[in-house]
């Protein structure tokens, strides 16, 4: 199996993979191929997008896409590198492959993009996908809270 770089060339079959991935159990969602698509385009998009697919026998199998993030810490400015979403394929989840997909993107991480402090990301404590990060290494910070303000309800 290989890391590579996201290449926009694949997006198709990585929106594909996504509703695959995204209409199994637990999330049994009923997603739009041109919605997903459109959603990756938009990260495309972003000056700071930065994604990775995991290859098997010239098959993507897995995605993770993200943006690095900058903030200030003690008058300095670091980055860290937020995922947005991370799959694998259905019949290869609970294999070892994610785990693995995320110890090539530490690696990458630290080789090609020095200036990355930390990777983050947001899920939900009941879903399998946090106890997953957690024997990844990630860890749940009690100090910091997400918070959302719905925009539209006035």
């Known amino acids: 199996m290989q890391c590579k770089n996201f290449d926009k060339a694949n997006l198709d079959e ?41 290859v098997k026998d010239s098959q993507i199998i897995g995605v993770c896409v993200g943006y690095i ?24 989840q609970n294999k070892g492959h994610g785990k693995q997909f995320l110890e090539s993107i530490k690696t990458q991480l630290k080789t090609q993009y020095t200036d990355i402090n930390a990777m983050i990301l947001n899920t939900q404590r009941k879903y399998p996908a946090f106890r997953f990060y957690k024997c990844c290494g990630f860890e749940a910070l009690d100090e910091y809270a997400i918070l959302a303000c719905d925009i539209k309800a006035d």
Do not use: H, R
């Open 14 to 54: 990585c929106v594909s993979l996504y509703i695959d991935v995204f209409s199994k159990e637990l999330w049994c969602e009923q997603n739009c191929p041109k919605k997903i698509k459109e959603y990756f385009l938009m990260l495309l998009e972003m000056n700071t997008f930065l994604g990775f697919m995991l």
């Open 69 to 92: 993030k900058p903030y200030t810490f003690d008058d300095k400015v670091a980055k860290e590198y937020a995922i947005e979403q991370f799959f694998i394929a259905y019949k290869y």
